[in-house]
């Protein structure tokens, strides 16, 4: 079954202890992207990934970092998660340089930073 | 301006009737425009995708897209209780990379 899989799915955790949400993809897809979805605010992207050890910054970066060392993970990291962190986190792919490109999503990862 | 613009709803419509979404996005360049549903605490799911300019049909739901007035709907005819959720407007940018999500328009379709 063609999927995208986030883990873990709920988190809570405290201020400043490092934490990773892994991402995988089963549809050999070359682009990868995180976002984060908070209340009026809709989905913001926070990095993307065009390929393999492609990666670029998405429109609110601050915080986090990812990495792209095979084609199917996107690890998300939050090396000193702050609250205002506290958000529900999507991972999604798609094939890049494709009409129409649209996204699979991840079943989404909800994290409070206490 | 925001880059994708949808208006936040609620959009409250009885069932059987037709339900209008309306999105307007800044990028001219743009090239493909995505409607995703999206229940609550649940992932997005796609819709419909256009990138031409004109009406998609796919049954109950049509896409509409007017570039030139930068212009995006969304209409589902002969609503139903089960399309009570929240529909994301997506664009994706002239460079091909990213894409950019409204807000979101929340629907109730009252039985």
């Known amino acids: 079954e063609a999927q995208v899989t986030q883990n873990p799915r709920y988190l809570i955790t405290v201020t400043g202890k490092k934490l990773t949400v892994t991402c995988s993809q089963n549809m050999n897809h070359e682009y990868m992207s995180w976002y984060r979805q908070d209340p009026g605010l809709g989905l913001r992207q926070i990095y993307y990934?065009?390929?393999?050890?492609?990666?670029d910054k998405g429109d609110v970066p601050e915080g986090y970092k990812v990495s792209r060392k095979e084609k199917r993970n996107f690890p998300l990291i939050l090396e000193s998660p702050s609250p205002n962190q506290t958000s529900l986190y999507f991972c999604a792919s798609s094939f890049h340089g494709q009409y129409p490109g649209e996204l699979f999503f991840g079943e989404g990862s909800r994290l409070t930073v206490l | 301006q925001k880059e994708v613009e949808q208006n936040s709803g609620p959009l409250s419509v009885p069932e059987g009737a037709i339900a209008s979404l309306n999105c307007t996005y800044s990028d001219r360049g743009s090239q493909s425009f995505f409607w995703y549903r999206q229940y609550s605490g649940k992932s997005p799911e796609l819709i419909m995708f256009i990138y031409s300019n004109g009406d998609k049909e796919d049954g109950r739901f049509t896409a509409q897209l007017n570039k030139a007035s930068q212009y995006v709907s969304l209409l589902i005819r002969d609503s139903q209780p089960s399309d009570s959720a929240t529909y994301l407007c997506a664009v994706k940018g002239s460079g091909g990379f990213k894409t950019i999500f409204g807000a979101g328009t929340r629907l109730f379709v009252k039985a």
């Open positions: 990934s065009m390929n393999v050890e492609v990666t």
